[in-house]
């Protein structure tokens, strides 16, 4: 296929903003879906594994754990993966691991080696298909890119309202060793999908400008200069401090009804509230994202998302009964959907296209120590305070301080940049494109690719809008 040079995202290719685009936003809705959902739909087998091999449910917990460890912590193993050999490849490649690993998981006679299989191997071929499809979602939106990561985002509610009763009943029917070997067979759809990402084919370019597109061919497989963009640090740190308290709600509020003894199948409706809730707010989120004058100022929206995440944990912890955990979920839901909406279309108007298979990366890395971290400590204040108040305060402190260092940051840290190339490599291809318009023996004729390129390098690049000081790009 060229790997590098055929899938890397030309910067002489407009994105189509539609056509195939589609086909390829249902390939990453889908991945999403499966990304984000799988991990908690597998807790539908904890009480028949733990019945089998005569465990604890700390223990069982640990799948959904490495499962979401390995979703984030592979980040920059994806990103090299896709800089040396395109999106297509590694996406078909994660969708057999994802498989293998759960149909391999189906015969496993002990929890350490479903730990391997349905936790690490599973996990990787699902990190392997996630990030490539962003990436690729990237280079065939811009103008629609918010609507487009919107819709892709709303996925993972879907896809959990449909597997965890999935998983209820192919564990009343086949047990979970024929629940485990059909869900493998399901998540060969990933490699469907990754079919889908068909790498945008650069234009055909004179005999002059062979030898410079040949040089932008040798890219490093994993760019640390992103981290010379004070936006991508300010993000990088907010994201890592929000993870921290971001996920823990959601894992504790069917315990917290329990726990004003309600009925378990009543406590476990509040997750149908937040992701029926959820299913909606991420494409409208992404719709108000993509209007004409929020989108310049994408990145506080996106820290109003988070403070209103946090604004939620904390009136949640005021909730004595279930009716104030029913608001709390509606509202939750609303929160948390705008905020998955907006992660990675904010990463990516600051890093533009470029960089951004890279940038992923390393922010999936920083989050992943923090995902760690998070709902264990958690758990930890609970034991200790016996209260979940204190739990879903400290939760809000995360989330709201998390939107302040990205508001504050990006207000008196990012300056306006003058219009010029961010990188070397940019610069080396304009200087290089300007001598050779410059040896053309005839000046009455101008390559017709050459002009829509060098129009394209100048007030506004392939997703990236030069003019938005907010986002430091």
Known sequence: MGAVVADDGPSGVKAPD???????????????????????????????????????????????????????G????????????????????????????????????????????????TGLGLALNFQPSLIMLNRYFDKRRPLANGLSAAGSPVFLCALSPLGQILQHEYGWRGGFL???????????????????????????????AEKKAKKKLLDFSVF???????????????????????????????????????????????????IFARPICGMVAGLKWVRPRCVYLFSFAMIFNGFTDLMGSMSVDYAGLVVFCIFFGISYGMV?????????????????????????????????IGPPSAGKLLDATGRYMFVFIIAGIEVTTSALVLALGNFFCIKKKPEEPHTKEEAAEREELNKSEDKTPEDAKVDSIEVEQFLKDEPEKNGEVVTNPETCV
């Open 18 to 72: 539609g056509g195939w685009g589609w086909a390829v936003l249902f390939g990453c809705f889908i991945i999403t879906g499966f990304s984000y959902a799988f991990p908690k739909a597998v807790s539908v087998f904890f009480k028949e594994l733990i019945r089998e091999f005569g465990i604890g449910y700390s223990d069982t917990a640990w799948i959904s754990s490495i499962l979401l460890a390995m979703l984030y």
């Open 74 to 121: 592979t980040g920059p193993l994806c990103s090299v993966c896709v800089n040396r050999f395109g999106c297509r490849p590694v996406m078909l490649v994660g969708g057999l691991f994802a498989s293998m690993g759960m149909v391999i998981a189906s015969f496993c006679t002990s929890i350490v080696q479903i730990y391997l299989t349905a936790g690490v191997i």
């Open 182 to 212: 059909i869900l493998g067979g399901m998540l060969l759809n990933c490699c469907v999908c990754g079919a889908l990402m068909r790498p945008l084919e650069p234009p055909k370019k004179s005999e002059a400008t062979k030898e410079p």
């Open 228 to 278: 010379k963009d004070g936006g991508f640090v300010i993000y990088t740190l907010a994201a890592s401090i929000m993870v921290l308290g971001l996920f823990v709600p959601p894992v504790f509020v069917v315990s917290y009804a329990k726990d004003l003894r309600y009925q378990d199948t009543k406590a476990a409706f509040l997750l149908t509230i937040l992701g029926f809730i959820d």
């Open 340 to 372: 998955g909406a907006l992660q990675f279309e904010v990463l990516m108007a600051i890093v533009g296209t470029q960089k951004f298979s890279s940038a992923i990366g390393l922010v999936l890395l920083a989050e992943a120590m923090a995902v760690l």
